[in-house]
T-cell receptor, first 118, second 116 residues
Framework: DQQVKQNSPSLSVQEGRISILNCDYT??????FLWYKKYPAEGPTFLIS?????DKNEDGRFTVFLNKSAKHLSLHIVPSQPGDSAVYFC?????????????????FGKGTKLSVIP | KAGVTQTPRYLIKTRGQQVTLSCSPI?????VSWYQQTPGQGLQFLFE???????NKGNFPGRFSGRQFSNSRSEMNVSTLELGDSALYLC???????????????FGAGSRLTVL
């Protein structure tokens, strides 16, 4: 039972254009969502997050949109750069429901490999 | 400030052996989580430790265990290795507080385990 799904294993985009990475989730208890970027031979690096009380969060070239009714979030990268080429993971957490003070288990999607072509 | 350090980076074991992986979190981070990454399954949660106590556990068999020391360093152990245990094992640390925004996980580079 995959609670976080990234249905596109890969995506190719021209440099300077917009990259849109999508993520769907099934667990309505998820209330905090994150995007991580991973280069080969490195651990995932935090990119941007959004709480369920918001529908948009922006940080520089990166914007995350959350549509709670559709249980869908997306990451927009504008403009895309060759250095953005990496695997992007969507992750979700049920912060309110986790036991203890801030127990923070993340459920990840399987990732989307983004290739930005110069 | 130093990041999350995992050792060893690469190791090869044979079926039936056991392995211990180590993780040193970012200074001041009290929560340490472990994840298994495989090509078919993505990143899957193993367990999380906070102040030397296991706070959360994923859906893995009892062969997978862990512990956390008083200095927040953590180890995970896999006994009776199987071929399917070949994976990248990632450790992540966080402050471990209550606010969602304060709990962004910082990952190490991982320990790549190959079981032959």
């Amino acid at each position: 039972d995959q609670q976080v799904k990234q249905n596109s294993p890969s995506l190719s985009v021209q440099e300077g254009r917009i990259s849109i990475l999508n993520c769907d989730y099934t667990n309505s208890m998820f209330d905090y969502f994150l995007w991580y970027k991973k280069y080969p031979a490195e651990g995932p690096t935090f990119l941007i997050s959004i709480s369920s009380i918001k529908d948009k969060n922006e940080d520089g070239r990166f914007t995350v949109f959350l549509n709670k009714s559709a249980k869908h979030l997306s990451l927009h990268i504008v403009p895309s750069q060759p250095g953005d080429s990496a695997v992007y993971f969507c992750a979700a957490s049920d912060v309110r429901g986790n036991s203890g003070a801030g127990s923070y288990q993340l459920t990840f999607g399987k990732g989307t490999k983004l290739s930005v072509i110069p | 400030k130093a990041g999350v350090t995992q050792t060893p980076r690469y190791l090869i074991k044979t079926r039936g052996q056991q392995v211990t992986l180590s993780c040193s979190p970012i200074s001041g981070h009290r929560s340490v989580s472990w994840y298994q990454q495989t090509p078919g399954q993505g990143l899957q949660f193993l367990f999380e430790y906070f102040s030397e106590t296991q706070r959360n556990k994923g859906n893995f068999p009892g062969r997978f265990s862990g512990r956390q020391f008083s200095n927040s360093r953590s180890e995970m152990n896999v006994s009776t290795l199987e071929l399917g245990d070949s994976a990248l094992y990632l450790c992540a640390s966080s402050l471990g507080g209550g606010a969602a925004g304060a709990n962004v996980l910082t990952f190490g580079a991982g320990s790549r385990l190959t079981v032959l």
